[in-house]
């Protein structure tokens, strides 16, 4: 025992030597010199994740290497690094690692954000472009997303010079929009056809939000799997799925019945679009593809929008100065006789440079979603061998002072000239290349909606002389550690219009 105890720091000390001096003979990134056995770098890790693996980059430079556990892990933190990744490199960075929530919430890793690169994720890409997102579709489910955001116009009015807590608000706004595309249905506020089905909705809502949200540690020390965990996904992935099944048999038996259905909301949803492929294609249409691209609407499109909305707003109420300025553009360009459209959106440029800053400080998904090096390749120079994870730390490149003055001032004004949602690979809070977000237009175009209107119809207060807290939240996605509170009063020059809605 006592001997062990002697040997114990003289073998640590040679191994990290050795590892050491094995990842220069490889060429591999700069990495910190204290890599333990079996953890690697965990160790290192520090929530928030993003602003850790900043102090690494900033130590060891854009491209650092780690160890996580079994996996290696190439951090990325420029805009030509990560140009390098997503451009020249970007099919063999185009596959995604194999996580425990990718196999469970994933269907085994055949829905969109977790398949592998090849043949089954690029149908998938193909039919959310043309049959979910594309242009024309979007434009047939606006008439939803502007009787959500009036929805939402008219619960305010009743908390008029009351704090009232809006994250909430923003999550069911959301999740109506996309349960209305999705089925046609709403589960949050009035006019819900079936209270027992919302209530298990909304269960499974929460349930798989706060695991998805859990760190598998087993993804990176196998030996510390978590059965309970994975037992917890597996329990939540059969609600989800049972859920999913039974409305997408709805729809089947009403198609049988009549044919048609009359009401407008449920004749061009995403499950009638997809049953009509599946009856021309019924073994690539198959039901769980169905439900695979149903639940990652409502995963991969929910939290960030809701996000961006709440950290938008939060900037505006500590910066009442801009606040009036974008209410002046509003007010010029759309006036107080109609409510902002979102095809207004583009000849608001104040409004779309407010987004702009919002989503360089506080990225929704801060490190995008991990990648994977399908095999070796070279970038910035070194070595990056086959099954490394990347991740582009988005949050690092958007808030450096050497690519932006002030990056920690909230100044909209900086993306005058510049497009929505895009700055090269400076601003990229989408991502970019083959796995880049294939939701941008939906995304942006709700938070702008959203926003608009909020300024548009109310007078924004904070609910006391402080500022709002800025805190960020420890998860992946990049939220307010504190739900958003604040005041809100009615405009007069808006009084009529209100009055009609
Ligand atoms: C403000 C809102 C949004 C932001 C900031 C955002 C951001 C992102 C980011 C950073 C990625 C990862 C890109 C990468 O790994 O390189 C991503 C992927 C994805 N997003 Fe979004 N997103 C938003 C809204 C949406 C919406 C509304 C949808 C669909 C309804 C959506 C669907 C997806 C899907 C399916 C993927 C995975 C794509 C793949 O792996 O091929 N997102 N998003």
Redesign the pocket.
Known sequence: MGSWYLCFPVFLALYVITKHFLNKFQNLPPSPFLSLPIIGHLYLLKKPIHQTLYRISKQHGPIAFLQFGSRKVVVVSSPSAAEEC?TKNDIIF?N?PRLTIGKILGYNYT?????PYGDH?RN??KI?ALQ??SISRLQMFSGIRVDEAKILIRKLLHYQDQSVELRTMFFEL?LNV?MR?IAGKRYYGDNIADLEESKRFKEIHRETFKLAGTPCIGDYLPLFKSKKLENMLIKCQRKRDEFMQGLIEEHRRRRRGSGHDSETDRKNTLIEVLLGLQESEPEYYNDEIIKGLML???L???D??V??IEWALTLLLNHQEVLEKVQKEIDKHVGHERLIEESDLAQLPCLSNIINET?RMY???PL????ESSEKCVVGGFHIPQGTILF?N?WAIQNDPKLWADPTKFKPERFEGVER?RDGFRL?????????????G???T??GLVLGSMIQCFQWMRTGEEMVDMTEASGLTLSKAQPLHAKCRPRPIMFNLLSKI
């Open positions: 997503l185009a995604r829905i969109l954000s977790w398949a994720w998938l890409r959310a979910i997102l959301t996309m595309m990652i609407m409502l991969a499109g929910t960030t929008t996000n961006a989503m990225p929704p998904s995008l979603l991990p990648h582009v988005l949602g990229m809070p989408f991502g970019s290349g083959r796995r880049g977000c294939p939701g941008e939906l995304g942006l709700m938070v």
